[in-house]
């Protein structure tokens, strides 16, 4: 099969995307269901009618673009991601995976392929966490991981729900309808930056992703006692901030030792009240990412963390109190989808790797109802969610003929 990919066009429409931004370039903001992501999602949509695809979306603004096959009996393959951007953002994060999908779709057509099984481009909602605190809401609810009561529990920092504020943006209709059953697709395929400097520094081409880690996330408060910083002598503190200062090295320390190096444990917020140099801390909050490619391990670290917070608590005298957001289970690759994507890659005769994913995507939540892998490309320095992210265009086009080769070899008829 002759595939000849369209660099010129896929620089463009990636330039254009990066437009429907509220912030200059290079940085990108799309905030889902924002006027600038209505704006980017349709254009997306005109360009997929213009590749001859049957456009549809569902409740939660999940859009998908179908080429019909031979045997629509079947179940069909599909491949996507996102548009959405966290404030301050690169253009390649996600984008990469529905425009690398639009065009991977276009050059099987111009190749003359016919497939068998359908097969579906899919623009996720949401699959940053920015608006509602929760990221792949789309897949989420897409595979059941959510279920439609979240309309009306997720809520944005203004008070509004996920049914006001989708409904606003254009999407109605009750969220049940959403899910889709298991084996809906025969199999589906992300293709993806790194996020890392895995490729880049070792100058391959493509990761073929094994495994997806996924996190557990959870929010911490230390309740101590407040006061005035000269008024307070150091043996009758409790000082809340000290306490989570110490959780917080012990969260380091707990996933340093867990005897892997795919346990990775971050702590990214700290709120501190009352926030004066001279009053002591009273309230801290923490908001907490442990993430595994193993659940097991992840699980024991947490059950780690949850005694190191009881005896520090007991020792400091303060209260401390862990709420749990998110505990989704990591995610391994179809064997047959690998060696889909291997053989593509020595058809190509490019070098490729197998690799861990461990920042994890909508890839994660389609597991459930779907054999999934994805398709990783280098990105200059594993930089990423910041506006000096960049792919480069040969990269971006040898990930595009690796999911296009993929994409017919998981479409054919079964026979």
């Not at 360009?47 to 179940?75: H, K, M, Q, Y």
């Not at 623009?123 to 809401?137: A, K, M, N, W, Y």
């Not at 959780?247 to 346990?263: C, F, H, Q």
């Amino acid at each position: 099969m002759r595939v000849e990919i369209h660099q010129p066009r896929i620089t463009q429409e990636i330039d254009t995307l990066a437009t429907f931004s509220d912030v200059e370039p290079p940085a990108v903001t799309r905030i889902v269901f924002s006027e600038q992501d209505l704006r980017a999602r349709s254009w997306l949509k005109n360009r997929c009618i213009e590749a001859g695809l049957a456009v549809r979306e569902d409740a939660v603004g999940n859009t998908f673009a179908r080429w019909e096959g031979s045997r629509p009996d079947l179940p069909p393959v599909a491949t996507g991601s996102h548009i959405d951007a966290i404030p301050h953002a690169g253009k390649f994060d996600g984008v990469v995976g529905v425009l690398g999908g639009l065009e991977a779709i276009r050059v099987l057509q111009r190749s003359g392929f016919q497939p068998a099984r359908s097969i579906e481009l899919i623009q996720f909602t949401s699959e940053e966490p920015t608006l509602f605190g929760v990221g792949c809401i789309g897949s989420r609810l897409l595979s059941g991981a959510l279920t439609a009561s979240v309309d009306d529990t997720l809520r944005d920092s203004h008070g509004d729900t996920l049914k006001a504020v989708r409904t606003r943006a254009g999407f109605s209709g009750d969220l049940t309808t959403v899910r889709l059953s298991n084996g809906f697709y025969s199999a589906f395929v992300e293709l993806h930056i790194e996020q890392g400097p895995i490729l880049e520094r070792e100058r391959i081409t493509i990761g073929v992703v094994t495994d997806i880690a996924a996190p557990a996330s959870f929010l911490v408060t230390v309740e101590g006692q407040g006061g005035h910083a000269g008024g307070t002598l150091m043996p009758g503190r409790r000082d809340a901030l000290c306490a989570a200062s110490e959780l917080i090295l012990e969260i380091e320390r707990l996933a340093r030792g867990s005897g892997s190096v795919d346990t990775v444990a971050t702590v990214g917020t700290c709120e501190v009240h009352p926030g004066a140099v001279n009053s002591i801390p009273s309230r801290v909050k923490l908001g907490v990412d442990l993430r595994d490619t193993d659940g097991d391990r992840r699980d024991r670290v947490l059950d780690e963390t949850k005694k190191a917070a009881k005896e520090i608590a007991q020792r400091r005298q303060v209260q401390i109190q862990i709420e749990m957001l998110n505990a989704d289970p990591p995610a391994s690759s179809s064997p047959r989808i690998l060696s889909a994507i291997t053989a593509a890659c020595g058809e190509m005769k490019i070098p490729s790797r197998r690799i861990v994913s461990r920042a994890y995507h909508d890839s994660l939540f389609m597991s459930r109802i779907a054999p999934v892998a994805m398709i990783f490309i280098p990105c200059r320095d594993g930089v990423s969610h910041r506006p000096d992210e960049y792919a480069d265009i040969g990269d971006i086009a040898a990930g595009v003929e690796v999911l296009a080769r993929s994409l017919a070899e998981l479409s054919r008829d079964p026979g």
